[in-house]
Nanobody, 115 residues
Framework: QVQLVESGGGLVQAGGSLRLSCAAS????????MGWYRQAPGKQRELVAL???????NYADSVKGRFTISRDNAWNTLYLQMNSLKPEDTAVYYC?????????WGQGTQVTVSS
């Protein structure tokens, strides 16, 4: 079992920055993929960024060059640095953990970007 708890969301003006954190606990395997997804009102959940066990990263086109995914050396905290935020980045952001056929989600943190 893996538990994920996000934090760091809030209200920010367009052009501003936020840093999301995801604290992971439980049976964490280093052979995992962790990521950030988001869901805006009335829309489907979409991938924002992924980081796999070897350290490779993948970003949605809409956030490339503005967002950076990373994790700490202990592999128990995932981060999402969000710069140059836009109103269209407004959504609930979810942390995810996947290992083999297992996947877990956090409860989400709200990010609101005002114009």
């Amino acid at each position: 079992q893996v538990q994920l708890v996000e934090s760091g969301g809030g209200l920010v003006q367009a052009g501003g920055s936020l840093r999301l954190s995801c604290a992971a606990s439980g049976r964490i395997s280093r052979l995992n993929t962790m990521g950030w997804y988001r869901q805006a009102p009335g829309k489907q959940r979409e991938l924002v960024a992924l980081i796999i066990s070897g350290g490779s990263t993948n970003y949605a086109d809409s956030v490339k060059g503005r967002f950076t995914i990373s994790r700490d050396n202990a592999w128990n905290t995932l981060y999402l640095q969000m710069n140059s935020l836009k109103p269209e980045d407004t959504a609930v952001y979810y942390c995810s953990y996947a290992f083999g056929s297992l996947s877990y989600w956090g409860q989400g943190t709200q990010v609101t970007v005002s114009s």
